[in-house]
């Protein structure tokens, strides 16, 4: 091939997603569901923040699709605490896409109104490239990883609609610097919110729930 | 293009990649240059990793390739502990491959035998699908990622030659299950050691040094 034809191709590969991502968001719109996109790198509290949110919103519907590269350890989490969860095991590849997620929502009985939370593969670079169906995108990001990541994964800091700050207990053991991390969000972003929570404990997510209310 | 022509292009992606990161490796083996491969999510530890060791072995040359998909702010941090490094900018690719590494190989002055330390895009599932020229794999995984990333994340355990456990002294606020985590890689990968350490205090890496010492 050419680098013409490779380029048509990865183009043709993106506008299909992004075909597939906008019916399956209007076909879950007619139900009433609204999706969320949940985003971040390997263990930084993807799971475990989706069960604080849900926990703390008892009036809602809710419906899971994790997605891994192998395992159903999350999934089988999920379920023993009564959530709606299906598994999605992309066997390899480093991102959810559009046509997978759209056949694996078929999969779960969405019977009334609510949110459904989509896990993508922890991974902070491939997940962003691709709409899957979502109405929003929600990242996840832990004081672990350290205050540099805005710099060195822009792309999944520009394109989130809400950013949590996770296991927000062990900043001061991490020597967090959280002006550096606001500022590499402020130059990438200006109008996702930051929420500090802590899922341990359920603090701040308050606030996350008062906003998923407000905006969805 | 059809389905068969995809598999042709991506199988050729492949073996292209791998003939050229053998070229690395070779050419690099003439000079007497160690290749390590060091691979991890983002804010797993591996910048630090590498400055514990270069720190353990003053008998040492290092060279150092930076991967970032943007920002150069651990090759700053390189150049002024007084080590030879080169950034690579992936501009969103979210992995090394053999040809870019052979090119920036080119840019750093290797005219001592040493180690080269070539540090991967922070990602936990794409690096490990491509050789770039290394003749071992260190894997980097952190306590605050969780236990369950052998399970998850199962081809970069595999293929590690060596694995890094960082950050020790969080295990305590973490819940990290040691068993559940070694139980986990024994399945996947049974020659990689696993070496313990906390980059802040340099503990563990001792044993890492005498290892690398016996390996290279």
């Known amino acids: 091939m050419t680098n013409i034809e490779k380029i048509d191709v990865v183009q043709d ?10 019916e399956t968001k209007e076909s879950l719109e007619k139900v009433g569901v609204f999706v969320i996109n949940v985003m971040g790198s390997p263990g930084a509290g993807k799971t475990s923040s989706i069960i604080n949110i849900i926990r703390s919103m008892p009036e809602e519907s809710f419906y899971v699709i994790e997605g891994d590269i192998e395992s159903d350890i999350d999934t089988i989490k999920l379920k023993e605490l009564g959530i709606n969860a299906v598994q999605i095991n992309t066997n390899g590849a480093c991102h959810l896409d559009a046509p997978i997620v759209q056949k694996y929502a078929k999969k779960i009985d969405m019977d009334k109104p609510g949110i459904l939370f989509i896990e993508n593969i922890g991974n902070l670079v491939c997940p962003a490239e691709f709409r899957i169906g979502e109405h929003i995108k929600m ?15 822009p792309l999944a800091f520009e394109k989130a609609n809400i950013i949590l700050l996770t296991k927000c207990d062990l900043k001061e053991f991490v020597d967090f610097d959280d002006d550096f991390f606001r500022k590499g969000i402020k130059g990438l972003n200006k109008t996702a919110p930051i929420f500090e929570v802590n899922a341990k404990t359920g603090e701040g997510f308050k606030e996350v729930v008062e906003w998923i209310r407000k905006n969805r």
């Not at 590969?13 to 906008?22: Q, T, V």
């Not at 990242?139 to 994964?153: H, M, N, R, V």
Request: charged residues 30%.
């Open 13 to 22: 590969i993106y506008e299909e997603n992004d075909r597939i991502a906008l």
């Open 139 to 153: 990242l996840i990001c832990s004081t672990a990883e350290g205050s540099d990541k805005p710099y060195k994964y």
